[in-house]
């Protein structure tokens, strides 16, 4: 039937199977097998999967490389890319695969490695996406040393060193070419790259190549050390120790509001979708308005200090003393279940903690069911000496930031595929 259908009705058919019924489709004969590694098939398979994306820069650095002949347009051999990008979510979610006889599929092990130059314990990180001039990204680190440092996330070399702070670097956030750092000297700091936000340079300077970030503005306006820090397009949020966070104009740095709520030791903050979601050592929860400062939601059911808290659509959740992760329902209020660092694409949780651990777990399977199972755990990672401070995580590694002045990264890439052009 496919063989007296037009080439491009045939491949939107194609592209409407699932990964192993085109695969099916490939051997019923040889003009299917041709249907079946046309491009322009795997283009659309590729992109129909949830959280599959490529870096916005890789096509059009293949259309301006200056090696390739001018008079032919790149081929980009979206099978490979598709067949790359599903081996590394396999390599996520095969972990605790039981090897069977009748498989092919074996347990995965990322590779570890470790970042070492600060002096003294590693409190925060952030991962830097590849961009044009680093194809494959920066790690940025935070250290009670004062500083912040800089490294090529491929080769974990320290690119640079950048001293703003007074204080110990306790936390930090990064998006689009802007950092902002938190101290315990109660000030925020905001450093701009301007070629990785995608602005011109300053006249004069030359940024091209260079990891460096130029600090913009100071925000001050906190009487103590400043825990956890979130922005969006219009705000950046603070968290102090003096039981209050500010709202910050993002692009002014004028100080907009106070929120005072909590009445204790704000430990974490996360922004999404115009809300505010923090929390307290006092176990408060609040879901707010930063523009207004309204009071959305309250999540109660806490009754210790809370350490973490990520917002994510309808779902919040938080990190607390009693060696808990709880997921709530935003909009009810509801604890759905207790099992930190989100990926709603993948429904990936990343938790560590002051046991040395660092742990991935699966929400996927648990999100769909009315019931409260525990999430799957997927990976332990035991090779920390001493408390894990951070996590954070991206589409090919998992980083830990450590009290043992040290940076520990899995990498799940490399082994056989490349992964710079994921995001």
């Known amino acids: 039937m496919l063989a007296h259908l037009p080439h491009e009705v045939a491949i939107y058919i194609l592209s409407l199977l699932t990964l192993e019924d085109v695969l099916c489709a490939s051997l019923v004969s040889r003009h299917w097998n041709r249907l079946t590694t046309n491009p322009a098939l795997w283009h659309r398979l590729f992109f129909k999967r949830r959280g599959w994306r490529i870096r916005p820069d890789y096509i059009t650095s293949l259309l301006n490389n200056t090696a390739l002949n001018a008079a032919r347009i790149p081929i980009i051999d979206w099978k490979a890319l598709y067949v790359g990008r599903h081996e590394l979510d396999r390599r996520w979610f095969a972990l605790k695969t039981k090897v069977r006889s009748n498989t092919l599929a074996v347990p995965f092990s990322p590779k570890l490695a470790r970042c070492k130059g600060h002096t003294n314990s590693v409190y925060c990180c952030a991962v830097c996406p590849p961009a044009p001039a680093w194809p494959h990204g920066y790690i940025i680190t935070g250290s009670r040393d004062w500083s912040i440092r800089i490294w090529d996330a491929a080769s974990r070399e320290c690119l640079a060193t950048l001293q703003q702070h007074q204080g110990s670097v306790l936390c930090m956030t990064y998006s689009n070419g802007m950092l902002v750092s938190g101290s315990s000297d109660g000030t925020a700091c905001v450093w701009i790259n301007e070629t990785l936000a995608g602005r011109p340079c300053p006249a004069g300077t030359d940024q091209a190549n260079s990891p460096l970030f130029h600090a913009r503005y100071q925000l001050s306006g906190h009487r103590a050390g400043i825990l956890d820090i979130c922005f969006d397009k219009c705000w950046i949020v603070t968290a102090s120790r003096d039981g209050t966070l500010c709202v910050w104009h ?36 609040y ?130 595929i490349i992964t710079d052009m994921y995001t």
């Open 250 to 285: 993002r692009y002014s740095g004028e100080l907009v509001r106070v929120f005072r709520e909590h009445g204790a030791c704000v430990n974490a903050c996360s922004i999404n979708d115009g809300r505010v979601a923090s929390a307290a050592s006092n176990g408060t929860v």
């Open 287 to 416: 879901i707010w308005d930063p523009a207004s400062g309204y009071v959305l939601q309250r999540l109660n059911g806490i009754r210790c200090g809370i350490a973490t808290i990520q917002l994510s659509g309808a779902i919040c959740l938080t990190g607390s003393s009693d060696k808990c992760i709880r997921i709530w329902d935003v909009t009810s209020g509801a604890c759905i279940f207790r099992t930190l660092c989100y990926d709603e694409d993948r429904q990936l949780l990343l938790s560590g903690g002051w046991d040395r651990k660092t742990r991935l777990w699966d929400l996927s399977r648990t999100l769909a069911l009315e019931s409260h199972p525990t999430p799957v755990l997927l990976l332990e990672i035991g090779v920390h000496h001493t408390r894990v401070f951070h996590v954070q995580l991206d589409v090919t590694r998992i980083l830990s930031a450590c009290e043992d002045h040290s940076l520990w990264i899995a990498d799940f890439g490399g082994q056989g």
